[in-house]
């Protein structure tokens, strides 16, 4: 563990909680992507099979339980308790196109041609995509909620620390594993435009909005 | 590269 990988972690939690208590507290949820929220819960569920298969330490199992038991409040919050603030309508991006092509590629290139490393695989693939309903629901609405925006920032924020995580272990723990930073570069690269539209207009205290 | 099937990360 070093102190970027910590602080990914940190990061990521604080992007669901802050999610979840925006839902929480204004009892709704326009402007958030459901699917992506499926998206992640699947992902979770997916990559931590390995809680029933292999111990690591008690920080990496609280940590994944946590994660996939928010993932799982927050598609409940969207789907079930404030369904009717839901947006469904510009929730509009097809996740097919996501699931499908990111299936078989996990099947294709792997570590290993086993259940749970597939399994893992796919989780890693997904993720690096997860984000893109809710960035094309901003898109068509030409807008997010500052919150929404603070939510989106720790997400990028953590995969940005991940990547300084890894090239930490490259040079002192001589640990790489490539499947996962192609996957996070990527993930990373679909912030960035992000980043830019946050330090440059939510940061000056300026509502996040698209030029029409 | 060195294979990974236990992993470690989040």
């Known amino acids: 563990m070093n102190i970027f990988r910590l602080t990914g972690d940190l990061s990521h939690l604080a992007a669901i909680i802050i999610l979840l208590l925006k839902i929480w507290k204004t009892r709704s949820c326009a402007g958030i992507s459901g699917k992506s929220q499926i998206l992640f819960a699947i992902v979770f569920t997916t990559r931590y099979l390995d809680l029933l298969s292999s111990f690591i330490s008690l920080y990496n199992t609280s940590m994944k339980v946590i994660y996939i038991g928010c993932a799982y409040a927050t598609v409940y919050l969207i789907y079930m308790k404030f369904r009717a603030t839901y947006d469904g309508n510009h929730d509009s991006f097809r996740v097919e196109f996501l699931v499908v092509p990111v299936g078989g590629l996990a099947v294709l290139i792997n570590h290993d041609f086993s259940f749970l490393e597939i399994l893992w695989t796919f989780s890693i693939y997904l993720e690096s995509v997860a984000i893109l309903p809710q960035l094309f629901m901003i898109s068509k609405t030409g807008e997010a909620e500052t919150i929404t925006t603070h939510y989106l920032f720790c997400l990028g924020l953590y995969r940005a620390l991940y990547i300084v995580n890894w090239i930490w272990r490259y040079y002192f723990e001589a640990f790489f594993d490539l499947i996962a930073i192609v996957a996070g570069v990527v993930q990373t690269i679909l912030y960035c435009d992000f980043f830019y539209l946050y330090v440059t207009k939510v940061l000056k205290g300026k509502k996040l909005s698209l030029p029409a | ?10």
């Open chain 2, 1 to 10: 590269w060195q294979r990974q099937t236990l992993h470690d990360e989040l």
